[in-house]
């Protein structure tokens, strides 16, 4: 079972790799020929315009103007899940940065936050009239995430796995020298899912934050599109 | 049918990446007209979405570059295609959209991709380069017929101005009512302009340009600027909205280089003439009545609070708002040629607007789009609410003098 999902981590990893730099040569590209479509009617980021971008990547600013309320589960899941995520670092790097140490009281407080919000999410995106539509793949992904987050509160605060082994285990397929897969079923599982995840973690919306900026110049600039400066 | 050929040829560099960057989240949905009178989700925006990226998966991924180009499922690109047609490109999703994808601009833009694929457009929408071809408007009728049936004998035009005025076909054919009243109030402002002869004012392209056949635009657009330049031209007035739409956004990159006169929606010249003291009203109005932004004008153009200014000039006059007005308005029906095609969708969209215009109580439902005007008036037909409609414009003329023809 070990060897599989060792086997199985190299593989998710490389999917994972290969989506990543295939969205990250077609960024690049683009931004290219975009830069060299650049003419003096460009129209050039404003500093408004900038910071509103920065909020729209960092608070979801657009997703708050048309939707508050599943703004809120959003974005508690999305700040969650990152701290959950630098939370999991100290079992991958060795020795741990202190700042890695910072965040582990804020990650573990996420993590109990990280399944709540998924469940809001679901059941707003599911349960609420006011939604129209809900993609298979989104909210295949969202179970996904819930289910694994959900299997991480039982393991802190039931079933603990020797941390140990998770970290030799986890350290042992970075090194290329694989070590013994915990005695942990949770774990297996837990550790499994996350390598069905990895492959699907939707890597295109790393265009958004250009998208947004573009919006941003756009929305400002379209006075100017029939009004004199 | 094999579709090997790029999907991603006709569209911009940020319109790639729009399409990468929608999250599939179905916030649009809730703004999206088409949505509103089918409830039917397979032509949806994240929908439309999904089955373009697999377009551009089959010919461009990963795997389509190490092994080969994949054929596309032809039901998908039937399905993509019916999907991107029977949407009206109104904008509204990308208005809300959580991430910004301007997609008033996307749809068209996939269209063309369609074009390019020999799968669009669709219906009676592939006979209109033909009919523009032939008589120079996409209604096919006779250039004679274009002025003469509303232009008002006693309002002169010259040959040579700073100030010409287009009607637009829609206008010309379709809302009559609408393009007499521009004249009228032009006549009255009393700046001498100037119009091109009727089988000179040809199509200004719109049509074509949503629908994705690109053809014939240079040619269209080159003869309509080379009318109004050797005219002595400075600035342009037109009151149809997808005309000022494609003039002020398009007509410079067609022509290839900047407009040698400048593009004013009639109510931006009107809101300076009335400023001006140039127009004065001489009757009064005790009427509530509401305002349609459309499309293509407020999310389009951001011409928004000229047509209010207009409209707030007329003594007595109260006005109101629908619940989504300026950049959030609703589409009436008419936009993106849909309705030429997907009618049943576009008279129950005006139906809608009708209904709202009903419900706040208002006297009359003005619009200032001849293709809303056309095809409201139509939705109101048989329909069991009933409210009074008037152009922008129409009402202006009638407010300032009372005895012309």
Redesign the interface.
């Known amino acids: 079972m070990g060897k599989i999902l060792i086997a199985a981590a190299y593989g998710a990893f490389v999917v994972f790799l ?2 990543f730099l ?2 990250w040569l ?2 690049r ?3 290219t ?2 830069r060299l ?1 650049k003419t003096a009617q460009t129209v050039r980021p404003s500093v408004k315009a900038f910071a509103l971008t920065v909020m ?1 990547v960092t608070f ?1 600013g ?2 708050l103007m ?2 508050p309320v ?1 703004w809120v589960g959003e974005w508690v899941f999305h700040v969650s899940f990152l701290l959950v995520l630098l939370r999991h670092l100290r079992l991958f790097l060795n020795p741990v940065p202190s700042c890695i140490w910072w965040v582990q009281t804020p990650g573990l407080i996420a993590g109990y936050f990280l399944p709540f919000s998924l469940a809001y999410i679901l059941l707003v995106r599911l349960l609420s009239k ?6 298979p ?2 909210v295949f992904l969202l179970a996904l995430v819930l289910v694994i987050s959900s299997l991480g509160v039982v393991m802190h605060g039931l079933f603990k796995p020797n941390l140990v082994d998770v970290k030799l285990f986890v350290l042992g397929i970075l090194s290329f020298t694989p070590a013994s897969l915990p005695e942990s079923t949770l774990f297996a599982i837990h550790f499994s899912l996350v390598l069905v995840l990895i492959p699907l973690l ?1 890597t ?2 790393f ?2 934050p ?3 900026m ?3 110049k ?1 929305e400002q600039a ?6 004199e400066k | 049918m094999k579709n090997k050929r790029s999907f991603t040829q006709e569209l911009l560099p940020q319109q790639i990446l729009e399409i990468g960057a929608c999250t599939q989240c179905g916030e649009c949905l809730k703004h999206c007209p088409v949505q509103d009178v089918t409830g039917n989700p397979s032509v949806s925006p994240p929908e439309k979405i999904r089955m373009f990226r697999e377009f551009i998966s089959s010919t461009e991924g990963l795997k389509s570059r190490i092994f080969g180009s994949r054929d596309v499922d032809q039901k998908l690109l039937d399905d993509f295609t019916r999907a991107v047609y029977e949407c009206t490109t109104c904008g509204a999703c990308g208005q809300n959209c959580p991430v910004g994808i301007f997609t008033q601009r996307l749809w068209p833009a996939l269209r063309k991709e369609m074009v390019k694929h020999g799968l669009g457009p669709i219906g009676v929408q592939a006979n209109m380069p033909k009919a523009i071809m032939h008589s120079g408007n996409p209604y096919d009728k006779p250039a004679s017929e274009r002025y003469r049936p509303w232009f008002p004998e006693r309002v002169k035009v010259v040959d040579r101005s700073e100030i010409a005025y287009y009607a637009g076909c829609t206008g010309a054919y379709e809302a009559e009512p609408m393009v007499r009243g521009d004249v009228l109030v032009l006549d009255a402002i009393g700046e001498p302009f100037t119009m091109l002869p009727p089988e000179e004012e040809v199509c200004c392209g719109f049509p074509l340009f949503i629908t994705g056949q690109h053809d014939q635009l240079q040619d269209l657009i080159t003869r309509l600027v080379q009318g109004y330049e050797a005219r002595g031209v400075k600035v342009l007035i037109c009151s149809c909205p997808c005309c000022v739409n494609i003039m002020t956004r398009d007509w410079p990159l067609f022509y290839r280089k900047p407009l040698p006169f400048t593009i004013r929606h009639i109510t931006q010249y009107v809101s300076d003439a009335i400023s001006a003291g140039k127009l004065r009203f001489r009757k009064e109005l005790r009427e509530t009545v509401i305002y349609h932004d459309p499309c293509y004008l407020s999310r389009g153009v951001g011409v928004i609070e000229e047509p209010r200014n207009v409209l707030r000039s007329i003594p007595g006059l109260t006005l109101l708002e629908f619940e989504r007005h300026g950049p959030n308005s609703r589409c009436c029906g008419s936009g993106g040629a849909a309705r030429k095609v997907f009618h049943e969708n576009a008279i129950a969209m005006g139906r809608l607007t009708i209904d709202e215009a009903v419900a706040k109580k208002a006297d009359r439902l003005i619009l200032s789009c001849p293709a809303c005007y056309a095809k409201v008036n139509e939705s109101m037909m048989g329909h069991k609410n009933q409210i009074r409609i008037t152009d922008i414009m129409e009402l202006t003329s009638s407010m300032i003098e009372s005895d012309w023809p």
């Open positions: 290969i989506r295939a969205y077609i960024w590209k683009t931004v020929v975009m479509g729209d979801f657009r997703l048309v939707n599943l006011r939604e129209r539509y809900a993609s793949a989104n939707p295109h919306i265009f958004a250009i998208v947004m573009e919006a941003r756009r379209l006075h100017l599109v029939m009004h």
